[in-house]
């Protein structure tokens, strides 16, 4: 992980074990079109978000209470120059619990200032993971709203 990827935390009382598995209920918090399955390593899903976009993910890593990992395996982002920006990068989730507090911390390791969807990605994932993944853990529902991009 270089320190200039895009990195946001939550804490929520949720056990860690319960918090991968809601991660991992990826349209109950991202408010997408989904297709799929992201509950275990080797998973395979899509993600839509409108017109021409896709998002293909593996599940590259999950370690449950512990951390899971999603590889973006091809993409296109009709919207910007290099549609294939957010191909080869990946979203971590790290969870550690105490107390039965969770502290979450995502990382979209590849998403930095220097790449173009950083202006519209950077305050989309800042959404996604304080408000809306945060209100799943909390409330069990998700806060979704309109796309940025």
Known sequence: MKKNDFNSSISAKISADEAIKK?????????I??????EK???HFIVKMGGDSFFNFTVAELVPGKRVVWLVTDCNMPWYSDKK???DTKLIFDV???????????????????VECYKDCAPGW?????????????TDKGVFREPTI
Do not use: C, R
């Open 85 to 87: 920006e957010w191909a």
């Open 33 to 38: 079109t989904f297709s799929g399955s992201a």
């Open 126 to 138: 800042t959404h996604w993971i304080k408000t809306s993944l945060f209100s799943y853990f909390t």
């Open 41 to 43: 390593q080797k998973d």
């Open 23 to 31: 991660i991992s209920k990826v349209p109950e918090w991202w408010g």
């Open 96 to 114: 550690i619990e105490n107390n039965g507090i969770t502290d979450l911390a995502f990382t979209h390791e590849g998403l930095t200032p220097d």
